[in-house]
């Protein structure tokens, strides 16, 4: 994620780093480049002006004489106005009504469907809503058909009418349904054209009025750059939208969306998708977004997913395992999956301080669990639960069977026995310890 600027941003406070103090020069020289990557990481014209002059304000204006370093200074000033760029605090859905009604808007491609199956998710799991997803784009006949399927990967109903055209009727009709079967929120998506047209936003509009909807959020790719900014303005121009989510972070985005919108729209960007995946979504919070960018990590939205992802219940029966040393190869296999279900392993790796730069070039995919899952499977249930009959005839099978070789077979095998043995090792008070600080 915005890797390019990050780097960028990096090089120009070289210049600075080496100083002694801030001066005019050293800061004028700096933020030339800080522009110039504002610049060319699609960022708007006027935003990216009004940024460096902000920034040279604050620099000048700190005292030169303070113990820290014009380097120092000068990244923890860009990373507080970079927050405040995109809007500083965290601003989360406010859903009042009941059932709360979410209308998504955007258009074609942008991300919509998947993104209201993202919220569903997120909402049903989190905050433990009961929601429904309304199917409103009625020109695409594969619309309602890609909805239910996302809905079905979530475990969250749909509410459609495959033969009405007539969308406020449509929303109506199942805004009565949530009420009689006690839907907490309803989702609307709607049909997007590939640009903006009259006839989208009027049918948008409209549905805005009849509906009154608690949120009206706008879904927009973010690897449209400036064009994403502009599409938004347009909307809220029309709509009054509520708030702004950014989709396909995970691509190389520029980041130009992201940095501007706030500022152009006047509007909250208030979720991030960062990937096709219904787990790949983020609550935006500025401040996490900067350090990001600055390539400080994001360790707090880290430990976020995989508390989501955590449960109490498998965790205690694992725990019980590994104190009997009992732990197997389907244990190892389900964490394997946990893992995965936390998102791209890239983008997760990069929440990490310091991680995400050292591994730009290393090419960590989802695949690099195939192998491990593939041998896994390729065991037969007992050699699962009874990792010691896995003798070398045993091994030959199971690196045949699942497309490996013996030596990957014999590592994968080592290591599990090495996990075990640590395991062991870390039975009793320590592992107590460990499961009482997982469940504070
Ligand atoms: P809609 O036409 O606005 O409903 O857009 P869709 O939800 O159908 O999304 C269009 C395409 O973008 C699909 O292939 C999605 O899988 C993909 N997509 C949506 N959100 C993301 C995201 O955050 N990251 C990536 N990489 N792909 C996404």
Wanted: charged fraction near 30%; aromatic fraction near 4%; hydrophobic fraction near 40%.
């Amino acid at each position: 994620m915005f890797e390019n600027l990050s780097d960028r941003l990096e090089r120009s406070f070289k210049i600075i780093k080496g100083e002694g103090k801030i001066t005019e020069i050293n800061v004028a020289e700096t933020l030339k480049d800080v522009r110039r990557a504002l610049l060319d990481a699609d960022v708007n014209y006027k935003v990216a002006k009004t940024f460096t002059d902000t920034v040279k304000q604050k620099a000048l204006g700190m005292n030169v004489l303070t113990a820290v370093k014009p380097g120092q200074l000068m990244v923890k000033i860009v990373h507080d106005e970079l927050a405040t760029l995109m809007g500083g605090e965290s601003v989360g859905l406010q859903l009042t009504n009941r059932p709360a009604i979410i209308l998504m808007s955007g258009l074609q491609g942008s991300g919509k469907t998947t993104f209201s199956g993202k919220l569903a998710n997120l909402l049903k799991g989190k905050q433990h809503k009961n929601p429904l997803l309304v199917a409103c784009d009625v020109y695409r006949p594969a619309a309602i058909e890609q909805l239910k399927v996302v809905a079905q990967q979530v475990g969250v109903p749909v509410y459609s009418e495959p033969d009405n055209k007539n969308v406020v009727e449509i929303a109506t009709n199942a805004i009565r349904e949530a009420k009689a079967k006690g839907n907490d929120v309803v989702i609307v998506d709607t049909a997007g054209r590939l640009a903006v047209d009259e006839e989208m936003m009027d049918e948008i509009y409209r549905l805005k009025q009849a509906l009154n909807p608690d949120e009206t959020l706008f879904v927009v790719d973010s690897m449209t750059g400036q064009d994403a900014v502009n599409t938004a303005r347009e909307f809220n121009d029309r709509l009054d939208i509520d708030g702004v989510v950014l989709t396909k972070l995970d691509g190389d985005t520029r980041g130009g969306a992201a940095l501007s919108i706030r500022t152009v729209v006047t509007k909250p960007i208030k979720f991030v998708g960062t990937g096709e995946k219904m787990e790949a979504v983020d609550v935006f919070h500025p401040e996490r977004m900067a350090d990001r960018i600055l390539g400080m990590g994001d360790i707090v939205s880290l430990v976020e997913r995989a508390q989501e992802q955590f449960d109490e219940e498998e965790a205690k029966r694992l725990q019980k395992k590994i104190q009997k040393n009992k732990f197997d190869f389907n244990d190892f296999l389900k964490q394997i999956e946990q893992i995965k279900k936390m998102g791209n392993l890239k983008d997760l790796a990069s929440m990490i301080p310091g991680v995400g730069k050292a591994i730009k070039d290393v090419d960590i995919d989802d695949n690099a669990f195939k192998g491990i899952e593939a041998i896994i499977k390729s065991m037969t249930p007992k050699e699962r639960t009874n990792p010691e009959i896995l003798n070398n005839s045993r091994r030959q099978r199971i690196a045949k069977g699942s497309g490996t070789n013996i030596q990957e077979v014999n590592k994968l095998i080592k290591q599990f026995d090495q996990t075990r043995k640590m395991m062991k090792m870390m039975t009793g008070s320590n592992m107590a310890k460990m499961a009482g600080m997982a469940s504070k």
